[in-house]
């Protein structure tokens, strides 16, 4: 690495308007005008992070659910999954970095605590629809080549599709695009296959987002066998009163669809589809009956266990099945899932890469967030007992579909959409089935500004808050007061507010426990931080 050169490159990308970003949840997002100095550090980074690991890496620049005027980027490890978390502090501190003497410091010192060979390495980049797209895509592209490494830029692509396909490529596999829409479609059609389609056609917001195009290319594959009629397909609008956080948050109907009939099966993704939630719309107003994150991992438990019921031997060890949920899941599907489906639960933090982690615990693990993103990890364990057990099986030939159909690296809305339409079909269920199987407490979200949202502390999964010190005290004494009452609070990774959730008995408790638990995190926490 010639010092002089990489100096040179990282002063063309300063940054200006000395904001700090930090790593949130899920990478770096802001509006798009503060990003390119992040952005391009983001591609110094990756590119390190491949010479470590000796794998490809990928970026995406996306915001995901966020306004169009954002943007963002998501940065994918050689598995496929998401940046490992102890590199998050490293992101952070290149973000920080004041100028290009700043930035190289901080290359020298990764190159040195990380113990990194010097060489050249690979970066797959891609983005989604936005307009901030191509000046972002360049910075990282600069970054990645600052460091005599290669970028690789994949194009528009959705999240999960650039994740997919970093994993494939670091396991010696197909991974073009076109490998992709051929690993789902050709395992929906063996997992469908023999199960006579539903007379009625899926009806799928995409949110004006990168999703339209590409379930577009999966459902032109795969028809007949999916007839799906998507909209919000266009090139304005993304996110816009539309999308998988839009129906999530609202509970009412997306721009485009006043006219859906009351009993249609409608479904929704999210700007960089790696959210899904289905939906359909209840009465003459613009409500829905929503059909969330929680009730898709108990539809994909239901499909698995069938499954795996009808593959069990005797002489082995039956596989462990999880399903891992945050405190945002519905106590209703905890106690189905639990109850019911008689299932191990996890409850993880909020973010993807917790839920992730601890779905790779069992043989099955089924990760679902109630936003709508998660998937069905299988261990490799379980995978290659199913390869042995081969053609002869058909439950085995079944998950072996699913295990190609199901992204296997991080939750996918389209992998998501083949794995509702494949589980509901094979069991002959409309939504008014899965509706049935359980009903949801009622429940409320709400955010609260503050000053620093880092005076709220939490632990256990986010249920407890550990300060300021007193508000759970207050938050407890509020639950026990409503019926059925459970509320955490927890600081977004992603917004600059303090998040409130409750659920109760009735709809008008579970927004008074909610308003109530507002009033004290209002109270206690503003003036906590504020400087005299
Ligand atoms: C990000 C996370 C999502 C989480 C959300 C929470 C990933 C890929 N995405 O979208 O999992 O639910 O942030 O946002 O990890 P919040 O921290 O603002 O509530
Ligand atoms: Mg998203």
């Known amino acids: 690495m010639d010092l002089g050169t990489l100096k040179e490159s990282c002063s063309q990308y300063n940054n200006p308007s000395k904001v700090k970003l930090t790593y949130g949840t899920a990478g770096f997002r802001a509006e798009a005008s503060l990003l390119p100095s992040t952005v391009y550090r983001c591609g110094l980074l990756m590119a390190l992070r491949a010479l470590k690991t000796g794998g490809v890496t ?23 999954y998401m940046l490992d978390q102890a590199w998050e502090a490293w992101a952070n501190k290149l973000a920080a970095a004041d100028d290009e003497d700043g930035t190289c410091a901080v290359v020298q010192e990764l190159f040195q605590v990380e113990d990194i060979p010097y060489g050249s390495s690979t970066v797959m980049l891609a983005h989604d629809t936005r307009p901030s797209a191509d000046a972002l895509v360049k910075a990282a592209a600069a970054g990645v080549a600052a460091m005599g490494s290669l970028p690789i830029a994949c194009g528009q692509l959705t999240t999960p599709q650039l994740h997919w396909m970093v994993r494939q490529c670091n396991a010696g596999l197909k991974h073009k695009e076109k490998a992709y829409y051929e690993a789902l479609a050709t395992g929906y059609a063996r997992l469908v296959s023999g199960h006579p389609a539903p007379s009625e056609g899926l009806i799928v917001d995409c949110a004006n987002g990168v999703g339209a195009a590409k379930l577009q290319v999966l459902a032109d594959r795969l028809a007949p066998g999916l007839s799906a009629e998507l909209r919000n397909t266009g090139a304005e609008g993304l996110n816009d ?56 991992a108990v539809l994909a438990a239901l499909l698995v266990m069938d499954l795996l019921r009808s593959l069990i031997t005797a002489e082995q060890p039956p596989p462990t099945v999880g399903i891992v949920q945050t405190a945002y899941a519905n106590g209703a599907s905890t106690a189905y899932i639990e109850e019911k489906l008689k299932c191990e639960v996890r409850v993880t933090p909020t973010g993807v890469k917790h839920l992730h982690a601890a779905a790779e615990e069992f043989d099955v693990g089924i990760y679902f967030e109630a936003n709508g993103h998660g998937t069905v990890l299988f261990s490799a364990a379980l995978v290659q007992r199913l390869h042995e057990l081969g053609d002869d099986s058909g439950p085995a030939k079944a998950l072996l579909a699913l295990v190609d159909m199901v992204n296997q690296a991080v939750g996918d809305a389209l992998s998501g959409v083949l794995l509702v339409e494949a ?29 620093d949202r880092s005076v709220v502390t939490t632990s256990h999964a986010e249920t407890r808050v550990e300060s300021p010190s007193g508000l759970q005290q207050l938050i407890d004494s509020a639950v026990a007061a409503a019926p059925s009452g459970r509320a955490f609070v927890r600081p977004s990774g992603t917004e600059d507010v303090v998040r409130v959730y409750a659920e109760a008995a009735t709809q008008s408790a579970a927004d008074d426990l909610a308003r109530l638990v507002a009033r004290h995190v209002h109270s206690i926490a503003a003036g906590v931080g504020l400087s005299p």
Do not use: M
Not at 58 to 72: F, I, Q, Y
Not at 261 to 269: F, I, K, N, Y
């Open 423 to 451: 589980a509901l079909r094979r069991k002959k269920w409309g939504l008014p089935e899965w509706a049935a199987l359980y009903t949801d407490l009622p429940s409320r979200q709400l955010k609260v500004k503050v000053a």
């Open 58 to 80: 990928g970026l995406v620049v996306t915001a995901s659910h966020n306004p169009v005027e954002d943007n963002g980027v998501k940065l994918v490890d050689p598995t496929g």
């Open 241 to 296: 009163c539309c999308g998988a956080d839009f129906l999530q948050k609202e509970r009412r109907l997306p721009a485009g669809f006043q006219d859906v009939p009351e009993g249609a099966r409608c479904a929704s993704l999210d700007g960089d589809a790696d959210r899904l939630v289905y939906f359909q719309r209840r009465g003459a107003a613009d409500e829905v009956h929503l059909f969330d994150g929680d009730r898709i």
